[in-house]
C-alpha cells in the first residue's frame, strides 16, 4: 500500500528512548512519559491535538466520520466510537473484525468466506448493506454482499465507529452505522519497528513499520513515507482445509511544499487466502466434539481475495477558516471461490449432505472523486462552520458463476474423503454491471452560544445502475434517488460534557446496490429513520470517560410477500429496533483502568410477510435474522510493575437465529482472553496472548432450512500465541 500525505506543522525530535517502540510495546505507565507511534505519526504532520490516544473513548479527539466538519465527539449529536489502532494492538486483536468487535460498542461480526468475512451488525441492522465501511474516508461499493479488504490490524492508526443512520455523510447503506478504517500516515521523526508471533495451530505473524524524512528543502522539511508490511499464515485449528495466509501491504508518500498545502499519495494492498471453511452441520442441535475440528469441503477448494486501492489527496488552507480538500481514488478487487459451501446431517442416513457446488468470479473496479470545501465566520453575527461538495464514481463489476450447475452428494461424518471439485461445474460469465454514482452533500454547524449548538446537514445521491445477462443478453437500467440528512442539538454545560439530541434519515438498498438483479430493480430503496438522545463526558481530571445513549430506528419498504399471493411480492415491510449503550473508561486507581461497553436492544419484524410453501407466513415480533439483543464487553488492565502489564477482556454475545421464523437459534456466549506484556528493554517487548481461555465452543454465524439449523460456523477455540517487538 503507498500512501503519500502532507501536512504544515512542528517537527518534534525523539525525546525518549521509548519513543519509537510499538503501541504494543509501550512503556509501562511508572516509566518517563510514553511517546508511541501513533502518537510520533500524528507530531509528524502539525501536532497531537487529533491523535487517537490508546486505552480512551477519545471524547476529545477531533473525527472526520461523524461530521466532515473536523469536531469531537463532545461537539457531535451521534455516537461514536474512536478507537486507536495501538488499543488494538495492545490486547492483541490482529484482525479489524477483533478490533471492532471488541473495542466498539453493540458491534458484532456475522462473517463468513461467502460475505468476505466482512460483515457486521449494529443497532439490530446485519450485513454489508447496512453497516457501510470505508478505508480512509472512501466507500468501497458492496457487489454481491461481499467486502474483504481492509483486514489486518497493523496499519491502523484508529478506527471510527458511527452507530446509527449515516447515509447523509456517504450514502445509501449505512442504516446501522458506518466503520471508517484510518491507516498510519507518514512522519518526519523516524520510525522503524517489526513484530514476529508464533501460536498454537501453526500461527505465525510477521510485520514491520517504517517511516520518516526523504528529503528536505531550504524551508524545511518537504517528503515522509510510510510503510507497512504484515504477513499472516497458519495451519488452522479446522482440518482439513482449514490453513489460512494472508498479506497486506500499505505504502505513503506525503508530499508539503508550503505550510498551508498538502499532497498524499497512497496504494493499498490486500491478498487473503482464507480457511476454506463454510461450518460444522449440527448434529440434533448441537456440535459434538468429535466434529469440531472438522471439515467438510472439498480437498481442493480454493478461496482468494485481492484488493487494490489508490488514493491521490490534496489538501489547501488558504486562511485558517478556509480549507479545500479533494481526493482522487481507484479502488479494484478480484476475487474467486471454488468448494462446496451447504452441510447438513442427515438422521435418517447418518451421513452428512452436501450441496452448493459453487464456483464464482467477482472482478470490480471503482473510480472516483470525492471534493468538499469547508469554511468558518460569523453570519448575521452568529457563528457558522460549513463544509459542502460533491462525490462522483463509476463502478465496473462483472459476476462469472456456475449457478445452474446442480450437484449433491453426502459423506460420513467422520473420516472419509471429501473428493475433489467436479470439472463439469466450472463456472462462464453471467453478468455484468456498470454504475454511476453523482452525490452532492452539505453540513452546517451553527454556534448558537457558547454552550449550545446546531448541526444540519443532508446528503443526495443519485445512482443509475446498468445490468446486462451475459448469457441471454437482456439488459436493463435503473435511476436511483437517496436522501438522507439529518438535525442535532447540542449542549455542553461544561467544557467536558455534553448533552444531545438527533434526528436522522437514511436510505438501504434492498439488496448490494451495484449488482441488483432485475427482479429486485423495480423496487425503491428502502429507508429508515432514527431518533437518538445521549450524554457523554469526562470527570475526575479525565480519569473517568463515559457515554450514554437511547435511540429508536425504523426502516420501512422491506420486500414482502402478498398475503394470500406467495408468489407476489411487494415493498410494504418495516423492521425496528430501539435500544440503550453505554460505554466508559475508567482509570480508577494508578495502575488499574477499566474499559467496557454495553448495548442492550429489542429489535423486530414489525410487518414481514414471506411465502413458506403454498402459504404466506407473517414474522411480525420476531427478532431479525443474526440481530443480538445483548452485546458487552470488559478489558480490564493492571500494571503489575515498571515491567509488566497484565490485560483482561470479557465479551458477551447474546442469543441469535439463522431463520425469520426463530425456531434455528443460535446460543448466547462469553468468551475470556488474556495478555501479558513484558517490557525487555526499552526498545522491545514480549508478549503472551491467550485467546478463548476456557475453549468455548460458539457460532460466529449459521444456515438454516425450512426453519431447522443446519451448521454453525465456530469461532477460534482456545489458542496461544507469543509476540516479539523491536524497535530501532
Known sequence: MLR??????????????????????????????????????????????????????NLRTPDRTASRLGL???????????????????????????????????????????????????????????????????????????????????????????????????????????????????????????????????????????????????????????????????????????????????????????????????????????????????????????????????????????????????????????????????????????????????????????????????SQEQVGNRFDAALKGDLFGVRHEFLAGFDVNHIDFRHTNNFNFETSDSVPLVGSDLGLFPQDGRATPAYATQTNQA???????????????????????????????????????????????????????????????????????????????QSLASFKLATGDQVEIGAKGLAFGGALEWTIAGYRIVKDNLISTVPGQPTLNTQVGSQSSQGFELALGWRFAPDWRLDGNLALLHAQYDRFDQSVGDATVSYAGNQPIDVPERVANLWLTWDVSRHWTARVGLQNVGQVYSDFGNTARRPAYNLVNLVLDHQVTAESRLSLRVYNLFDKVYAISGNAVAGVGTNWLLGRPRSVEVAYTVTW
Open 4 to 57: 503519500f500525505s502532507f501536512r504544515s506543522g512542528s517537527r518534534r525530535p525523539l525525546t525518549s528512548p521509548c519513543g519509537v517502540l510499538l503501541a504494543l510495546f509501550a512503556c509501562p505507565a511508572s516509566a518517563q512519559e510514553v511517546v508511541t507511534l501513533d502518537q510520533l505519526s500524528v507530531e509528524g504532520e502539525g501536532g497531537d491535538s487529533s491523535r487517537a490516544v490508546p486505552n480512551s473513548l
Open 72 to 362: 469531537t465527539p463532545l461537539q457531535t449529536p451521534a455516537s461514536l466510537d474512536i478507537v486507536s489502532g495501538e488499543t488494538a494492538r495492545l490486547r492483541g486483536q490482529d484482525t479489524i473484525a477483533e478490533a471492532v468487535t471488541q473495542d466498539a460498542t453493540g458491534i458484532t461480526t456475522i462473517a463468513a468466506p461467502g460475505n468476505g468475512n466482512g460483515a457486521f451488525t449494529s443497532r439490530g441492522f446485519a450485513g454489508p448493506n447496512s453497516v457501510q465501511q470505508l478505508y480512509d474516508g472512501t466507500r468501497f461499493y458492496v457487489g454481491a454482499n461481499t467486502v474483504t479488504f481492509p483486514f489486518d490490524a497493523w496499519n491502523v492508526e484508529r478506527i471510527e465507529v458511527l452507530r446509527g443512520p449515516s447515509s447523509v455523510l456517504y450514502g445509501d447503506g449505512a442504516i446501522g452505522g458506518v466503520i471508517n478504517v484510518v491507516p498510519k500516515k507518514p512522519v518526519f521523526v523516524p520510525i522503524n519497528a517489526a513484530r514476529a508471533v508464533v501460536g498454537t495451530d501453526g500461527v505465525a505473524r510477521l510485520a514491520v513499520d517504517s517511516g520518516g524524512v526523504l528529503g528536505q528543502a531550504e524551508f524545511g522539511n518537504t517528503f515522509a513515507y510510510r510503510l507497512n508490511v504484515s504477513g499472516n499464515r497458519a495451519d488452522g485449528w479446522i482440518r482439513p482445509e482449514g490453513e489460512f495466509r494472508n498479506l497486506a501491504v500499505s505504502a505513503a508518500l506525503l508530499f508539503q511544499p508550503s505550510a498551508d498545502l498538502a499532497f498524499t499519495l497512497s496504494h493499498d494492498l490486500g491478498y487473503q487466502e482464507p480457511a476454506r471453511y463454510w461450518g460444522t452441520p449440527l448434529v440434533e442441535g448441537r456440535i459434538p466434539d468429535l466434529i469440531r475440528f472438522a471439515n467438510y469441503n472439498v480437498r481442493d477448494a480454493k478461496i482468494t481475495w485481492a484488493d487494490n486501492w489508490t488514493q491521490f489527496k490534496a489538501e489547501w488552507s488558504p486562511s485558517a477558516d478556509i480549507t479545500i480538500r479533494n481526493t482522487a481514488y481507484r479502488l479494484t478487487t478480484r476475487r474467486h471461490w471454488e468448494d462446496v459451501e451447504q452441510y447438513a446431517f442427515n438422521r435418517a442416513t447418518g451421513l452428512v449432505d452436501r450441496s452448493d457446488y459453487l464456483e464464482i468470479y467477482h
Open 439 to 517: 452525490s452532492v452533500f452539505a453540513e452546517d454547524r451553527v454556534v448558537l452560544t457558547d454552550q449550545l449548538s446546531f448541526l444540519t446537514g443532508v446528503r443526495l445521491d443519485v445512482p443509475t445502475l446498468h445490468r446486462e445477462d451475459l448469457r441471454t443478453g437482456d439488459q436493463f437500467a435503473r435511476t436511483y434517488t437517496a436522501l438522507g440528512y439529518r438535525f442535532g442539538l447540542v449542549y455542553n454545560p461544561t467544557p467536558d460534557s455534553a448533552l444531545y439530541a438527533q434526528y436522522s434519515f437514511a436510505t438501504d438498498p434492498v439488496n448490494s446496490l451495484i449488482t441488483l438483479s
